[in-house]
C-alpha cells in the first residue's frame, strides 16, 4: 500500500490550496480513504473521509463549510480542496486508508508521508 500526497504550501490566510492523494497497492475504489493532520505540538486531528463509491463523508466540524473531499477511483486519487484557509489549519496533512468500504473513524491502517500546509496570518 501507497499513498503520496502533494499540494501543500505556503499561503495566506483566506486563501486556497487543493491537496491531492495517489493511492497504490490495493483495490482503491474498495475503500474508504481520508485525511488528518498534525498540527506543531504533534497532536493527532481527523479533518476529513470519505466512502468507497464518493457517497458518503466526514468532516470535522471547524472545517465544515471550508473543505470539501473527493475522490476519482478511475485515477486512484482523492482530494482535499481547502478554501478559506486559517491559520489554525497549519499542520502536516496525511492521506490514510481505512479498512473498509465505510469512513469509521479510528479505523486507518495505513498513512502517507504527508504534505505541509501552512497558512500566515
Known amino acids: 500500500v501507497q499513498l503520496v500526497e502533494s499540494g501543500g504550501g505556503l499561503v495566506q490566510a483566506g486563501g486556497s490550496l487543493r491537496l491531492s492523494c495517489a493511492a497504490s497497492g490495493f483495490a482503491f475504489s474498495r475503500y474508504a480513504v481520508g485525511w488528518y493532520r498534525q498540527g506543531p505540538e504533534l497532536e493527532r486531528e481527523f479533518v476529513a473521509a470519505?466512502?468507497?463509491?464518493?457517497?458518503?463523508?466526514k468532516y470535522k466540524e471547524a472545517v465544515k463549510g471550508r473543505f470539501t473531499v473527493s475522490r476519482d477511483n478511475a485515477k486512484n486519487t482523492m482530494f482535499l480542496q481547502m478554501n478559506n484557509l486559517k491559520p489554525e489549519d497549519t499542520a502536516v496533512y496525511h492521506c490514510i486508508r481505512f479498512q473498509g468500504p465505510n469512513p469509521d473513524i479510528g479505523s486507518d491502517d495505513y498513512w502517507g508521508q504527508g504534505t505541509q500546509v501552512t497558512v500566515s496570518s
Open positions: 470519505i466512502g468507497h463509491n464518493g457517497g458518503d463523508t
